[in-house]
């Protein structure tokens, strides 16, 4: 039953360099959208207050701006896998952390995705697909390229290895 | 047999009837609003378009018939709908998972039957034939599972595993206490409200609420109140009669077959291939009396039922045992081999209520009394919460992981390890400083509300766990596979 080691000595691998670019670039796009509203509020609404103009907008950027450069490094720091002996361990998350196990043998498919700002960097996700209910598609992201379709190819292959 | 049981067929022709009352009272009342919407010409033209409409919908309702054929070959049925845009479903006997056979109350006064084809797809409705004739259906049902459309064998030949008998059965109804009769009242007279008929805001003004508590006076409202009591029992033992009466368990040759319904008769095949988990459960007052029910989750289930399939709604535990090593599922371990949650998850789940009642019983010394009654509320919430954490606990045996919980609803999931999909551990943001850790045996089918899932573990014990599940589902695997 001692077959697999303990959890606490397994190291985990982190992603890819580029998918802090990658993550850093998503954060940045994903605060442009509180910043138009502040910009939006401080030339509209707030114009006519006693609020000197720019008090909004400037705080919402500085926050933007803190937030791009802190969030990313954390989120990347967050991610890590270990592809063990017949499973992959992936554990990710800020505010929750989970670490998530998949048996080789559970996989029913496999994706390799890449969106407009992971295909700029040269890294893609690697999707397991099992039939379970929250664990139903386990992402991986920040692989490069090239290791994700060897990653890919490796478990299709141990998966027909098992029905064989 | 080949040439004669490949001509195509259509359905028994009292589907119609089936049809037409389902579409023609919706295409009848369509087509009336319509008209009363377009023109307020009177009931004249009012009926003239409800006429048109319903004639349309009867219309419908034949050329669907009419293109709807099935043909039931050696090896495979093939199915062929669609009035307009055809489909052509080929399904091949081998595939075929099972065959439920449903009858409502209209289809038993003309001697018919739907018959519900499951090959285990994601599809809802994979096969579906409504209605034929009842014996067609037993033949249908026999050559699929035989491979030739002999005698059907006796299902009093079947071994019976749970049956309940007209008394268990009111028994039971009286603990399906139900006020669902007051929403369906409700319902309606909000469909009214919508279509302007009748203004319930109007109705219901406080006012009026408080003109009628003055009038009617305490002794005519705890007799409403008496009455709609009675009434709920009454709905709760009729809503069961109807669905459990005549419930049959027994074991088939794939799996658990049940048979229930006074009005409408169902017979299902829980197959045990493809049950994932099994679920005792019991609410408050029938679990004082020493009553549970246990389903088995499955895989590609009827999607009605959540992928839940009851095996036995109202029994002793005694009574569940069998029906689990039926299915091949172990029995619960005694009480006392379950582990319980750490004292640190107290922290997290009672700590909140017992903080803020503190702070409420300050606030209602030095400046509102009122606050008191908070501070009470608080407290007995924070009572609830001790239950909970005390209920909450799980087990290990040689074949799967037991996980117990819940308040007013006990559940108890067992989770053979080989039908484990993924072992997640996760830490939310107050768990994390605390320590603690949830743990989820993720499996197939499971419903996204009720997971059995572990909360407020140890974090060093989860992941301890997590690992030890992992070898016991490596494990569990390679014993299938041998045996198999």
């Given at each position: ?7 606490a ?31 939006g ?13 720019g ?46 196990i ?14 407009p ?16 209910t ?6 991986l992201p ?23 | ?16 009837i089936?049809?037409s ?5 919706q ?36 050329l ?11 090896g495979?049925?093939?199915?062929e ?14 595939r075929?998972q099972d065959?439920?056979i449903?009858?409502?109350l ?11 084809i ?11 034939l ?5 014996a067609d ?16 064998p ?27 009769f007051?929403?369906a009242?409700?319902?309606?007279l909000?469909?009214?409200d ?8 109007e109705?219901f ?35 069961t009669?109807?669905?459990?009466f ?59 039922e ?44 009672v700590?909140p209520?017992?903080?803020?009642g ?11 009394p009122?606050?008191g ?8 919430l924070?009572?609830?919460?001790l239950?909970?954490?005390?209920s909450?606990?799980?087990a290990?045996?040689e074949?799967?992981l037991f ?19 993924t072992?997640?551990?996760?830490r ?9 850790a ?5 499996t197939?089918?499971?419903s ?37």
């Open positions: 039953m001692e077959g697999n080691d303990p959890a000595e397994r190291v985990m691998t982190p992603l890819h360099p580029n998918q802090l670019k990658v993550l850093r670039v998503r954060t940045a796009i994903a605060m442009l959208f509180p910043l138009v509203l502040a910009v509020l401080d030339l509209g609404p707030l114009r006519e207050t006693a609020l000197p103009l008090l909004v907008a400037g705080a919402a950027a500085l926050l933007a701006l803190a937030a791009t450069l802190v969030l990313p490094a954390r989120r990347y720091r967050a991610w890590g896998y270990a592809e063990a002996g017949d499973e992959l361990h992936v554990s990710h998350g800020l505010l929750v952390r989970v670490r998530t998949v048996p080789f043998g559970r996989v029913q498919h496999i994706d390799v995705a890449q969106g700002v992971e295909r700029r960097y040269g890294v893609a996700t690697l999707i397991l697909h099992t039939a379970g929250r664990g139903a598609a386990v992402p920040g692989l490069a390229q090239p290791d994700a379709e060897r990653m890919r190819d490796r478990i299709r292959a141990k998966i027909r290895q098992g029905l064989a | 047999m080949s040439d004669q049981a490949a001509t195509p067929r259509r359905l028994h022709p009292a589907t119609l089936g049809r009352l389902q579409i023609v009272p295409m009848l009342g369509g087509g009336a609003a319509y008209a009363a919407v377009i023109a307020r010409e009177g009931w004249g033209r009012v009926l003239l378009f409800a006429a048109l409409a319903g004639l349309i919908g009867l219309g419908t309702a034949l669907a018939w009419w293109r709807f054929r099935y043909t039931v070959g050696a495979e049925i093939v199915i709908s669609g009035v307009l845009r055809r489909q052509r479903r080929i399904i091949p006997y081998d075929v065959i439920a449903e009858r409502r209209l289809a038993r006064l003309f001697g018919t039957a739907k018959v519900k499951e090959t285990g797809g994601s599809a809802a409705d994979e096969g579906s409504d209605m034929i004739a009842l259906a037993h033949a249908l049902r026999d050559l699929i599972r035989h491979g030739s459309a002999g005698p059907a006796a299902a009093g030949a079947e071994p019976v595993l749970f049956e309940m008998k007209l008394g268990r059965l009111l028994h039971s109804g009286l603990f399906n206490f139900s006020l669902l007051l929403a009242i409700f319902a309606v909000q469909y009214l919508q279509f302007g008929l009748i203004d319930l805001w109705w003004t406080p006012e009026r609420a408080g003109a009628a508590a003055g009038i009617v006076g305490l002794r005519a409202t705890l007799m409403v109140i008496g009455l709609l009591v009675l009434l709920g029992v009454v709905a709760g033992v009729a809503r009669v109807a669905r459990d005549g419930f049959r368990l027994s074991r088939s040759e794939a799996g658990l077959r049940r048979r229930r319904g006074l009005i409408t008769l169902s017979e299902v095949v829980i197959p045990i291939r493809r049950a994932q988990v099994a679920l005792i459960e019991s609410s408050l007052p029938a679990r004082w009396f020493g009553w549970y029910r246990l389903s088995f989750q499955t895989l590609g289930a009827d999607r009605r959540g992928g839940v399939q009851v095996a036995a709604p109202f029994a002793r535990l005694e009574e569940l045992l069998p029906i689990l090593a039926e299915a091949g599922f172990p029995a619960p371990p005694p009480p006392d081999r379950f582990a319980h949650l750490s004292r640190r998850a107290l922290l997290r789940r700590g209520y017992l903080l803020a503190a702070a409420a019983a300050l606030a209602a010394l030095l400046i509102e009122r606050a009654y908070a501070a009470g509320g608080l407290l007995v924070a009572l609830l919460a239950q909970r954490w005390r909450h606990a799980y290990l045996d074949r799967a996980v117990a919980g819940g308040l007013v609803k006990r559940r108890l999931w067992t989770i053979p390890f080989e039908r484990a999909q072992i997640s551990v996760s939310g943001p107050v768990q994390h400083p605390l320590r603690l949830n743990l989820l045996l993720d197939a089918g499971a996204l509300m009720r997971m059995p899932e572990i909360v407020d573990l140890d974090g060093a014990d989860a992941e301890v766990l997590a690992d030890r599940l992992l070898g016991l589902f490596y494990d569990a695997r390679a014993r299938t596979a041998i045996s198999l």
